[in-house]
T-cell receptor, first 115, second 113 residues
Framework: GAVVSQHPSRVICKSGTSVKIECRSL??????MFWYRQFPKQSLMLMAT?????????EQGVEKDKFLINHASLTLSTLTVTSAHPEDSSFYIC???????????FGSGTRLTVV | AQSVTQLGSHVSVSEGALVLLRCNYS??????LFWYVQYPNQGLQLLLK??????LVKGINGFEAEFKKSETSFHLTKPSAHMSDAAEYFC???????????FGTGTLLAVQP
């Protein structure tokens, strides 16, 4: 079945640095990639929607300059957390969607810790 | 706008007992509805989905859910709980042009021996 490979699974970075998270769709073409963040013991909050070849659409309250999303191809989308701060520490999950399918394929998540 | 409400952030059942996790949705367009399970520090696993076909949907691991339009509900059930069912369960809804998948707040299921 469809798989989304998400890397890294865990990352620790220093405050003020940037971190890139990659999601690759295997065996299908993700026309749309959704990015979520999940705080401990909370639900998944949609951050942004990216369509291949176009700018991402961010949800209200999400800083687009801080969370840079690139979706340059149908199989790769990246989220870069710029100038990370401890409050950005969270679990980030991507989800690939292909038109014509009725489901969403999730990556395994990235645990980001900013120290 | 679409949303889902999960009643009960924590549910505890005995092993072998019926599992019932509640989900109500709100949608201005015909919804697609999903149930996912998440184990600690892991991603999401799809249990089942409703996509306008049969209203009673059977999923993996013995779970099923029934879409009831009149009640705007999509409750998840399993006849007999197993210890391995202990996890966080999320109901989600999508539909419309953006295909956004919106999650409920989750229900933590505990299974007592």
């Amino acid at each position: 079945g469809a798989v989304v490979s998400q890397h890294p699974s865990r990352v620790i970075c220093k405050s003020g640095t940037s971190v890139k998270i990659e999601c690759r769709s295997l065996d299908f073409q993700a026309t749309t990639m959704f990015w979520y963040r999940q705080f401990p013991k909370q639900s998944l909050m949609l951050m942004a929607t990216s369509n291949e070849g176009s700018k991402a659409t961010y949800e209200q309250g999400v800083e687009k300059d801080k969370f840079l999303i690139n979706h340059a191809s149908l199989t790769l989308s990246t989220l870069t957390v710029t100038s990370a701060h401890p409050e950005d520490s969270s679990f980030y999950i991507c989800s690939g969607y292909e038109m014509g399918l009725d489901g969403y394929t999730f990556g395994s998540g990235t645990r980001l810790t900013v120290v | 706008a679409q949303s889902v409400t999960q009643l009960g952030s924590h549910v505890s059942v005995s092993e072998g007992a019926l599992v019932l996790l509640r989900c109500n949705y709100s949608s201005s367009v015909p919804p697609y509805l999903f149930w996912y399970v998440q184990y600690p520090n892991q991603g999401l696993q799809l249990l089942l989905k409703y996509t306008s076909a049969a209203t009673l949907v059977k999923g993996i691991n013995g779970f099923e859910a029934e879409f009831k339009k009149s009640e705007t509900s999509f409750h998840l059930t399993k006849p007999s709980a197993h210890m391995s069912d202990a996890a966080e369960y999320f109901c989600a809804v999508s539909g419309g042009a953006t295909n956004k998948l919106i999650f409920g707040t989750g229900t933590l299921l505990a299974v007592q021996p």
